[in-house]
């Protein structure tokens, strides 16, 4: 099973998003914003990091490009939890280094649905 | 696996109601035309979560709702809409509709919809055409959805593809999950070995999948890696066979896929309620018994700062230190360290008091905890009101126990409003009298000895003593008027049913009265006074202890027993001059003091004790009020004052009437605090019960 690391200022996002990871066998770690996340990652390996878009501090988009910047987290599959529907953000997570990401609203079985696809 | 949504609901809610709270102080703040980029931020981050969350939580009428907030406030961030009144109102009013609905979602009940739709309407208005052409300009239908025998499928990823955390094993996997698949691979833009990059793609593939599969299922495990990678995908055996190759950067098809699931949760517009009215009556019902609900599950929890914690930590640790010196000074004593002693000893006081306020501390909260709602209540009132105030705080910073706070919020609320109703003029009066157009309403916390001020101050038209006097005279609360001081006069205020509002607005003036604010404060221990000068306004001063967990006492014996009785209850002490007292109806006596009788409540008798003497002029009077009523406490001596630190007596033991709890003394002995409202009420019906008795 996977060691995830879950980033998002919504507590109730993150409440979700962990309990459902937990409960399919993940590891999960919570970061709640982009800042902490890459405070975490740089002390830490994850397989997968999940992260909002909008944040304090630090948002997804920003945190993507800095993970990607680490050698640990060159390839580990990151993914954006993004609201937009457009090709906007998709995009610039794309562009800052996101390997995809999962359009909110989502419920637990399309989030592990989508995870599946990344961490088998 | 099923995953039950409603667990997280209630944080969700705690959240998003946050997140409304912020995004209100900071609307507040925000001036026209001038919008801080940091502030926009802000709000726009908190109306985010609430949508991203309560569409992901059910919530599908505030995510609507709030989804138009936010695109908005997009437009504001982007720098394509300017900031006006009308926007900053209708968002503050939509931070109301959001709250409403919440609260709905919270308690279960259905909420007046009638507002939300107006407040929604005037949204869409202000959305207005930017808003249609973006939702016309939505997906494009797809062309050939099924194709019969399969799809060739040939992809060429660019060289850094990996980069983005794609994986190819992943994307074939999936594909493969779907049909029968056969790959190829084409080493042609395979580099020399000594030319390799290793997280460079090199490699394509051409791709048969057969079976009856959906171009929108492929399409999807293709989504992440659209625009990394050269990709065509066409029905196999057509003549599409030998298309040529489309660079994927160009289909718009994933985009059009992705944008489905997001359109169909997109605004449908609110129904407006059939029934509102009747909705309206529950929901604003409910409202009040939340608030209830609210306030007491707050009692349970308090979140202290880690500084305090450690703070205490600390001072734990230095009380060990001293300890452990007086210990060892213990176990070989002799006269000649009588000095280290006295050193140790006076340690340990200090690390007792220390402790003892840090600990006290750790129940305090900045009172902008109660402050911070005012900025919003008098922007409303301004506008209900057509005033102009500008409110000013000061000493928000000022802690105070979380309980007090609790309970001098309403308090708080009703002096304001007041301040802003009856004590600030209309803008046309103000420049009449030759003061600025703009009012000022002033909250000011600050502490002094072992207490916390609250003063509430505007620059309004001040009290009007002689309407207070006259309307003092009318209800026969006093014979005549010359001779009292502005303090007695004012003090009428607080008299119950007293109001000299000659117009009693919708604002202000609904019932509760200044009577109810002065015993909210006296049940706090705590004390108003009210100062004015004709044409410069008013200030009322709160007076409240910093906890009700110590309280200011006066000591006294009655017999062999020491009772407590809270300072701020007594209003003086003297020697009974017998003339003075009247016996009444068979036991109960009256004291005349002044003008009033007052009830003589022996305290030896209330407690059956037995006292030094039964002689009225042996005793002494100690004249207290308690629950607006006056009585005269008989007790045999008047001891020290001081601070005592208030023990529950039902937690340890039961609840007594008349005391309302106790303390432990230097001496280790236990003295009990006078409950004063509870001695004078027992008084009275212990009075009237010897009076039936007497009369049967």
Redesign the interface.
């Known amino acids: 099973m996977a060691n995830i690391l879950a980033v998002d200022d919504s507590a109730s996002m993150r409440q979700m998003v962990v309990f459902t990871l937990r409960g399919a066998g993940h590891q999960v770690t919570e970061a709640a914003d982009g800042q902490a996340a890459l405070d975490l990652a740089k002390r830490q390996r994850f397989d997968l990091v999940l992260s909002d878009v909008n944040m304090p501090r630090m948002d997804g988009i920003t945190l993507a490009r800095e993970l990607r910047a680490l050698p640990a987290f060159k390839f580990t599959p990151i993914l954006m939890l993004t609201t937009e529907g457009g090709m906007g953000k998709k995009q610039e997570g794309k562009a800052a280094g996101a390997t995809g990401w999962i359009v909110k609203p989502f419920n637990p079985e399309q989030l592990l649905a989508t995870i599946k696809k990344v961490v088998g | ?3 039950d ?1 409603e ?3 209630a ?2 809610i ?2 998003s109601l946050e997140g409304l709270d912020i995004m209100e102080s900071v609307l507040l703040e925000m001036q026209p035309g001038a919008a801080d980029a940091e502030e926009v931020d ?1 709000i ?2 908190a109306a ?2 609430i ?3 309560s ?3 059910g919530f599908s009428d505030i ?1 609507n709702f709030t989804h138009v907030v936010e695109t908005l406030l997009d437009q504001i961030r982007a720098g394509e809409r300017e900031v006006t009144q009308e926007a900053i109102d209708l968002f503050l009013k939509s931070v109301d509709c959001i709250r409403d609905m919440l609260a709905g979602a919270q308690e279960g009940f259905e909420i007046n919809l009638d507002q939300v739709a107006e407040v929604k309407a005037g949204l869409d208005r202000m959305l207005g055409s930017v808003a249609q052409a973006a939702a016309e300009a939505g997906p494009e239908a797809q062309d050939d959805a099924t194709a019969a025998s399969g799809w060739q499928i040939v992809f060429k990823p660019f060289p850094d593809m ?6 190819v094993v ?1 994307l074939f996997r ?1 594909l493969d999950e779907m049909g029968e698949m056969k790959v190829e691979v084409d080493l042609e833009g395979l580099p020399a070995l000594v030319d390799m990059e290793p ?1 460079e793609a090199c490699l394509s593939w051409t791709l048969a999948l057969h079976g009856e599969i959906d171009r929108e299922q492929i399409d999807e495990v293709f ?2 890696v659209d ?2 990678c050269e990709l065509s995908i066409v029905p196999l055996g057509g003549d599409g066979a030998v298309a040529a190759e489309i660079p994927a950067s160009e289909t718009p098809a994933p ?1 059009a896929a ?2 489905g ?3 169909a ?2 605004p449908a517009p609110l129904q407006a309620a059939p029934e509102a009215g009747e909705r309206r009556s529950r929901g604003d019902r409910r409202q009040g018994e939340r608030r209830k609900n609210r306030a007491s599950s707050e009692n349970s929890s308090i979140r202290v700062g880690i500084d305090k914690v450690d703070a205490l930590i600390n001072l734990v640790g230095e009380l060990v230190i001293t300890q452990s010196m007086l210990g060892q000074l213990g176990e070989d004593f002799s006269m000649d360290k009588v000095e280290r002693l006295k050193d140790g000893l006076a340690e340990l006081e200090r690390n007792t008091r220390e402790l003892q306020e840090n600990v006290m501390s750790i129940r305090m909260l900045p009172i902008s905890f109660a402050f911070n709602r005012f900025p919003r209540m008098v922007h409303d009132l301004c506008g209900k009101l057509g005033k102009k105030i500008e409110l000013k705080m000061s000493g928000e910073q000022t802690e105070l126990d979380k309980t007090v706070m609790e309970k001098i919020g309403d308090p708080l609320v009703h002096l304001v409003r007041n301040a802003v109703d009856h004590g600030i003029e209309t803008p046309e009066a103000r420049l009449q009298a030759g003061k600025p157009e703009t009012g000022t309403v002033h909250l000011n916390a600050y502490h002094q000895g072992g207490n916390i001020l609250i003063e509430i101050s505007d620059d309004g038209a001040g009290l009007n003593r002689e309407r207070i006097l006259a309307k003092a005279i009318e209800r026969g609360l006093t014979s005549g008027g010359d001779n009292l001081s502005d303090a007695e006069v004012f003090d009428f205020l607080f008299q119950p049913g007293f109001s000299t509002a000659e117009v009693v607005s919708d604002v202000s003036g609904r019932g509760v009265g200044m009577d109810v604010v002065k015993r909210n404060i006296t049940a706090l221990g705590g004390a108003i006074d009210v100062e004015s000068r004709p044409g410069n306004g008013s200030t009322f001063t709160i007076r409240l202890p910093l906890t009700l967990a110590i309280l200011d006492g006066q000591l006294v014996r009655v017999g062999e027993q020491t009772f407590i009785i809270p300072l701020v209850s007594i209003i003086e002490s003297l020697q009974v001059e017998p003339v003075r007292v009247n016996a009444i109806a068979g036991s109960a006596e009256l004291y005349k003091l002044r003008d009033d009788y007052l009830p003589i409540i022996r305290l030896y008798d209330a407690f059956g004790l037995k006292p030094d003497s039964t002689n009225l002029e042996d005793g002494l009077l100690v004249v207290v009020e308690g629950h607006g009523q006056q009585a005269g406490l008989l007790v045999d001596d008047l001891l020290a004052q001081q601070q005592v630190v208030i023990k529950s007596l039902e937690t340890n033991f039961k609840k007594v009437g008349g005391i309302s709890g106790a303390t432990i003394l230097g001496d280790g002995t236990v003295a009990l605090i006078v409950d004063i409202g509870g001695i004078i009420e027992l008084s009275q019906n212990g009075g009237h019960k010897r009076a039936n008795s007497a009369a049967a």
């Open positions: 696996m099923s995953i949504m667990q997280f609901k944080t969700f705690e959240e802000n726009f981050r985010h979560s949508k991203g969350g569409a992901t939580f995510s990996l980069r983005s955390g794609n994986d992943r999936e997280e989504e992440w625009g990394d985009e992705a944008d699931p997001a359109q949760a997109s």
